[in-house]
């Protein structure tokens, strides 16, 4: 129920922030053409990205809420990964042409309406900092929002560098300001992208969920009074916030109540450090007997 009630408030604000960013990027195009801008029409072209990366957002939300079926076994969570990693692939195809676009422009500069660039990239900050603002909780769990909190973390410090870039050229008057600022935009998307499609390509490929430590994880399990050891064991991400674990545990020749005990330990281990909820554990039974000392593993005798 509560998973359910956050991705309805997820895709409600998904909405509003789509809503609010297209006005905003038609709004951009035409001061950017009207200034003659270049760096407004890239960021124009930037904040477009974060309008598709909103729309597959939302999609993805809307996927990842759909249960498990006899063909999808484990539900759509990684719906959420795969449009995360398109966008990231958009955006370095975007950030391409826009330091194509600045190479021309450096070779030609040419005047720009910097009073327009200025009022502009002020109305860019307060959007991107207001979904931010709304996001700002549910992207520390979600690569998808977080793409998407990227994107919008890197159109504000764009619109930063705009402002102040047209308070250089007023200053100034150099028109090579403005070609260099859409550089500076197209290197901060390809850094934001990047770091989508490296976390993106590790939960497609099954690696080891960001942050966690098999070490850890391994030690942890090993720890749990009754475990004798723990092997073949594997931790992957079903989407960016569930993550399922599989493993070999040798335990004493216990009887089935002791051995229940001790999943249930392992499994509460897992849940509290990890996250992890979804597992698939094997017992393996040593041949020798319980030990007596001190531990709580229930002793059965067997009927003769």
């Known amino acids: ?26 709004a951009e195009l035409l001061a950017g053409l009207q200034a003659h801008s270049l760096a407004l029409l890239s960021d124009a072209g930037h904040n477009f990205t974060d309008a598709l990366a909103l729309l597959l957002a939302a999609l993805a939300v809307y996927f990842q809420a759909k249960p498990a079926n006899d063909v999808k076994t484990y539900g759509y969570h990684r719906a959420g990964v795969l449009a995360a990693f398109i966008n990231a692939l958009t955006m370095l195809l975007l950030s391409a042409f826009i330091f194509y676009e600045s190479w021309e422009r450096i ?11 200025m009022v502009v990239a ?29 994107h919008m973390m890197g159109d504000a410090l764009g619109s930063v560098g705009i402002v102040i870039g047209a308070l250089l050229i007023r200053a100034t008057g150099w028109l090579i300001v403005d070609p260099v600022l859409s550089v500076l935009i197209g290197l901060l998307i ?7 499609v490296k976390e993106c390509l590790n939960i497609l490929l099954e690696g080891l969920p960001r942050g966690m430590k098999l070490e850890s994880v391994i030690g942890a399990v090993r720890g749990v009074e009754g475990v004798r050891d723990v092997h073949d064991l594997h931790v ?34 897992l849940r509290r450090r990890f996250h992890i909820h979804h597992t698939t554990i094997q017992f393996e039974h040593a041949s020798c007997a319980v030990s007596e000392n001190g531990c709580s ?5 067997h009927p003769h």
């Open 122 to 150: 002020s109305l860019g900050i307060v959007v991107n900092v207001l979904i931010m603002w709304w996001f700002r909780h549910d992207q520390e769990h979600d690569v998808n929002l977080r793409a998407a909190f990227l």
């Open 236 to 269: 992957w991400s079903l989407g960016s916030s569930t993550h399922a674990l599989s493993c070999h545990v040798q335990i004493d020749d216990v009887p089935p109540s002791a051995s229940e005990s001790i999943l249930h330990c392992i499994n509460d281990v």
């Open 107 to 117: 070779q030609n500069p040419q005047p720009v309406h910097e009073m327009t660039m």
């Open 190 to 196: 390809v850094w934001s992208a990047w770091t989508i």
């Open 297 to 301: 593993i229930p002793a059965h005798s």
């Open 1 to 26: 129920m509560h998973q359910h009630s956050s991705s309805e408030r997820q895709g409600r604000l998904l909405k509003w922030s789509l809503a609010l960013t297209i006005l905003f990027v038609a």
